[in-house]
């Protein structure tokens, strides 16, 4: 027992937390995140039925433009360990990935499923996945030792301070440049206070989302510089009826986005959320006289430099198509 409120706080999300991963990990839950598929069909790659049932993300964070250079993905929250085969599939060499997680019965289940997938894939090699112990708040790895960070619905369960504590981590490991793909729920308007204090609730990607701005501020405080928006849609529906702090239904949407660890931290993020700028003047038109807008041709912009341009009257500007390919031009 303690008499400290916030350490009393702090052990019971903790404690919520991992009695349902626990749960989930030894008999799948497929009620515990909404996601309509989320395993890359590739060649060779076997994927045991029971990794599948254990895909408890809301997207995919695995992108293969992403995993250039040598040095190790680290993987925050192994689940049944699907992204970390994907992404060893890549790797492919001993500690290539390595995967954290702080409950004992899900790193238990992930390495048995691991194992499976040895047996399934010629390719695949157990020592490939180091699976360790670990929280996002303290991830056990060296500054700027990994490449990419990734995760996959486990920080929306985390409140403000845990999530900003998980975020600094995530800029502390990766080198500059590294890149950190991430997926999770958010909502379009603030959820009411009494599902957030749920726990159990929170623990089950309900209720701790937080809304689209809220979310790419809390990246770009952390030091991550420029944001990829790679996808944007339908997640989850909240009704009154199941639950009853609720006034009127909530759809919760499903976010992927890649963030870019920089040099430095500009008073603005670079958002890119699959926007268009296009010249429709004579010839070519050089922003800052180096990036070169040839007449006709669209380029994916920022978002800030899209308000920039759509000002202008030899410019026309696309919407957001939550699709962006990587950071644009400019």
Known sequence: ??????????????????????????????SLCCVDGGAWTLPDLVIPPRMLEMNYGCGSTVHPTDLTGSRPILYVGVGGGLEALQFAYFRRRPGGVIAVDPVAE??????????????????????FVQIVDGRAEELP????????????????????GDLAKALSEVVRVLKVGGRFSTSDPITP????????DDNTLRARCVSGCVTYDEYLAALHRAGLQQLVVRARRPYRL????????LDRE????????????????????????????????????????KFPFQSGTPMQ??????????????????????????PGCC
């Not at 702090?10 to 009695?19: E, F, I, P, Q």
């Not at 790895?141 to 403000?160: I, K, M, P, R, T």
């Not at 000002?311 to 939550?322: E, H, I």
Request: charged share 25%; with cysteine; net charge negative.
């Open 141 to 160: 790895v060296d500054a700027g030792s990994v490449e990419v960070v990734a995760q996959n619905c486990l920080f929306n369960v985390f409140v403000a």
């Open 250 to 289: 909530l759809m919760l949407e499903s976010l992927e986005l890649l963030a870019i660890k920089g040099p430095r931290v500009e008073a603005a993020p670079d958002v890119y959320t699959g926007r268009c700028a296009t010249f429709v003047g004579k010839g070519t038109w050089y922003r800052d006289d």
């Open 106 to 127: 899900m790193r238990d289940a992930a390495q048995a499923n691991l194992i499976e997938a040895e047996r399934l894939n010629p390719w695949f090699r157990r020592d």
């Open 189 to 196: 308007r603030p959820i009411p206070q009494a599902l957030r």
């Open 301 to 326: 912009v920022s978002d800030r430099v899209a308000a920039e341009l759509g000002a202008r009257p030899d410019f026309r500007v696309s919407a957001p198509t939550w699709h962006a390919r990587g």
């Open 238 to 245: 909240l009704t009154p009826a199941e639950f009853k702090a």
């Open 1 to 30: 027992m303690t008499d400290d409120p916030l350490a009393a706080e702090v052990a019971a999300r903790r404690g919520a937390l991992h009695d349902v991963y626990a749960q989930a990990a030894l008999e799948p839950d497929t």
